[in-house]
């Protein structure tokens, strides 16, 4: 087949070959490849800094929804949202320890600084507990038991601090005073 119609070419070659291109014919040629290349060069994608935007706000996003998810997790349940008389409980405890919080922080100096550290460390230590208590209120379904345990923890924070302020009055009637008239 191949030879046949090259065979063909060859004799009706005269027939194919009877017009020629006009003047400026391959001038505009060249003219339409160069502006053809530079729309091709403009058309290269999307611009980088788009790109960039829109990872930056994907990776953002990402990030918001990994510590919404990650907080939800480890946020467990309080005594306030059992029952109304939780909340009061709760709420009692709470405002009677930032009470006596605020006395002792009026009373501190440099002298009895070592005596309330040592009690704030303490109370850390119960914050943590009582976190991990209201994990285990979450796990338990309100269990009485746990319930038990997160007011006895605010009692025990209360006992922290009403032993610390005796030992500071304590503290403060054995240690002379500088500026004491």
Do not use: C
Not at 73 to 87: D, F
Not at 154 to 166: A, E, G, H, K, P
Request: aromatic share 12%; net charge negative.
């Amino acid at each position: 087949m191949k030879t046949n119609l090259e065979d063909y070419f060859k004799k009706n070659k005269e027939n194919f070959d009877f017009a020629e291109p006009n003047l400026g014919h391959f001038e505009r040629f060249q003219k339409r490849l160069e502006t053809d290349s530079e729309k091709s060069q403009r058309k290269g994608g999307t611009p980088w800094y788009i790109l960039a935007v829109a990872a930056s706000v994907l990776l953002f996003f990402g990030y918001w929804m990994g510590n919404y998810n990650q907080n939800d997790l480890n946020r467990g349940l309080e005594l306030a949202e059992i029952s109304p008389q939780m909340e009061e409980t709760q709420n009692f405890y709470v405002a009677t320890i930032q009470k006596e919080m605020e006395e002792i922080k009026s009373m501190q100096t440099p002298s009895n600084q070592r005596i309330i550290d040592d009690a704030f460390k303490q109370l850390d230590l119960l914050e943590t507990n009582y976190q991990r208590l209201t994990l285990e209120l979450k796990e338990s379904n309100a269990d009485k038991r746990v319930i038990y345990a997160m007011i006895t923890n605010f009692q025990s924070r209360l006992l922290v601090l009403q032993n610390l302020m005796d030992q500071l009055e304590e503290f403060n009637e054995l240690v002379p005073q500088e500026n004491k008239v």
